[in-house]
């Protein structure tokens, strides 16, 4: 894809879509950031790159700390001389109930969803703008373009970085700085596990865990999820300068759900 020498962050990187995406980029030539809150899974991603001779920075730490949610771009800077590329996949299933909300609950998914992949954006416009550009992609969700019945308030954010993202795409377009979202439906990873496997999601007390995992793939036309490398290859395209010309998308990649 014509990578060699970008420098990236990719969030969320210590396993599942993340840890796909990272990897990919790296065999790409990019340089990655590799950044999460699990610092084992992050050395292991880390040492992986590494050890296939490719450059990685392990990056751990709490990204609801703004200070360490723009801290992550000032030490890409500093170790790699500067950022081109940066993949806002953090993200959490949040709370499944309306009546009965744990608003404590609805402030987390807000702060890990919207307002930490705000503030590494806004870290990342200037060393972006110092090399003439960037591309900038967040993972919204289907659920973010289409109502979800088990988790309006996880609709409500994800539809919010949506917008958040259309909107920087045209802001920042004419700086050569490109912004999309990358909308999944269900993804075989650590996540859909918890998503689907929540005490107060409704169908799934005392549910096999697998079962559950299955029941979600089969809402797609497809009748399966998603392998998180499958989502990452598109999440790398966007990121690329293969979709040069592709600004402010919201991309399903969901087997044809939202068809």
């Given at each position: 894809?014509?990578?060699?020498?970008?420098?990236?962050?990719?969030?969320?990187?210590?396993?599942?879509?993340?840890?796909?995406?990272?990897?990919?980029?790296?065999?790409?030539?990019?340089?990655?950031?590799?950044?999460?809150?699990?610092?084992?899974?992050?050395?292991?991603?880390?040492?992986?790159?590494?050890?296939?001779?490719?450059?990685?920075?392990?990056?751990?730490?709490?990204?609801?700390?703004?200070?360490?949610?723009?801290?992550?771009?000032?030490?890409?800077?500093?170790?790699?001389?500067?950022?081109?590329?940066?993949?806002?996949?953090?993200?959490?299933?949040?709370?499944?109930?309306?009546?009965?909300?744990?608003?404590?609950?609805?402030?987390?998914?807000?702060?890990?969803?919207?307002?930490?992949?705000?503030?590494?954006?806004?870290?990342?416009?200037?060393?972006?703008?110092?090399?003439?550009?960037?591309?900038?992609?967040?993972?919204?969700?289907?659920?973010?373009?289409?109502?979800?019945?088990?988790?309006?308030?996880?609709?409500?954010?994800?539809?919010?970085?949506?917008?958040?993202?259309?909107?920087?795409?045209?802001?920042?377009?004419?700086?050569?700085?490109?912004?999309?979202?990358?909308?999944?439906?269900?993804?075989?990873?650590?996540?859909?596990?918890?998503?689907?496997?929540?005490?107060?999601?409704?169908?799934?007390?005392d549910a096999d865990?697998?079962?559950?995992?299955?029941?979600?793939?089969?809402?797609?036309?497809?009748?399966?999820?998603?392998?998180?490398?499958?989502?990452?290859?598109?999440?790398?395209?966007?990121?690329?300068?293969?979709?040069?010309?592709?600004?402010?998308?919201a991309m399903p990649?969901?087997?044809?759900?939202?068809?």
């Amino acid at each position: 894809m014509n990578m060699q020498g970008k420098i990236a962050i990719v969030t969320a990187a210590a396993s599942g879509t993340g840890r796909a995406g990272a990897l990919i980029l790296a065999r790409e030539g990019v340089a990655v950031c590799v950044a999460d809150q699990d610092q084992a899974g992050v050395e292991a991603v880390v040492a992986q790159i590494r050890g296939q001779g490719g450059r990685a920075l392990a990056m751990s730490g709490d990204l609801r700390d703004d200070a360490m949610a723009s801290g992550i771009v000032a030490a890409t800077v500093r170790e790699f001389g500067g950022l081109d590329l940066l993949w806002n996949h953090l993200g959490v299933p949040g709370p499944s109930v309306v009546e009965g909300l744990d608003m404590e609950g609805w402030d987390l998914t807000v702060d890990l969803n919207l307002r930490s992949q705000l503030v590494t954006t806004i870290a990342a416009l200037p060393p972006m703008r110092a090399r003439g550009g960037g591309s900038i992609l967040f993972t919204a969700s289907t659920s973010g373009l289409a109502g979800s019945p088990w988790s309006p308030t996880y609709s409500a954010v994800k539809a919010g970085v949506i917008g958040l993202s259309r909107g920087l795409a045209k802001r920042y377009a004419k700086e050569n700085i490109r912004v999309n979202a990358i909308c999944p439906g269900p993804i075989d990873s650590p996540m859909l596990r918890v998503f689907v496997n929540r005490p107060d999601q409704p169908g799934s007390a005392d549910a096999d865990v697998e079962a559950l995992v299955r029941k979600a793939g089969n809402l797609s036309p497809m009748g399966r999820a998603a392998q998180p490398e499958e989502i990452a290859e598109v999440a790398v395209f966007l990121l690329s300068d293969k979709a040069s010309y592709v600004t402010g998308v919201a991309m399903p990649v969901d087997g044809g759900q939202m068809a």
